[in-house]
């Protein structure tokens, strides 16, 4: 009686790995409808606005790895805030294959906010993507 599974399958010589397409939904912001596929860079923007905007770990919905983690920077120092959020958005993004870092951050402090610019370094090319946390 056979205890491990038995295959046919030989990996010894290597394995693979094939990128699958990044088709995904378009979604139209003017209509608020989902209107066809879209592919390439217009594709990965959408994937980067759902990241930028989805809490980490909060909705079911969405894959555990998916998201930004927004929780404990709010109302924190924004020296801490500014660093943190480079380090989030990093770690929040390059789960996308398709995204190889970010570039050009900066931020200000305005008051009671902090707003965070960077570019999004794709294979496709680079997406200009802006955040913003209250700091109170």
């Known amino acids: 009686m056979a205890v491990l599974p038995v295959s046919s399958v030989d990996i010894t010589g290597g394995v693979n790995f094939q990128s699958q397409p990044s088709l995904s939904w378009n979604i139209n912001k003017e209509t608020n409808r989902i209107e066809g596929t879209t592919d390439g860079l217009e594709a990965v923007r959408q994937a980067v606005e759902i990241i930028l905007h989805v809490e980490r770990f909060r909705w079911q919905i969405y894959r555990p790895y998916s998201g930004m983690e927004w929780d404990g920077l709010i109302g ?9 959020l480079q380090r989030r958005v990093i770690d929040a993004l390059t789960v996308d294959d398709r995204v190889t870092g970010i570039s050009d951050y900066d931020y200000t402090v305005d008051g009671s906010s902090l707003s965070a610019v960077f570019t999004v370094n794709t294979v496709y090319g680079s997406i200009a993507e802006s955040v913003e946390v209250p700091l109170q």
């Open 76 to 84: 924190q120092d924004p020296c801490y805030v500014g660093a943190e």
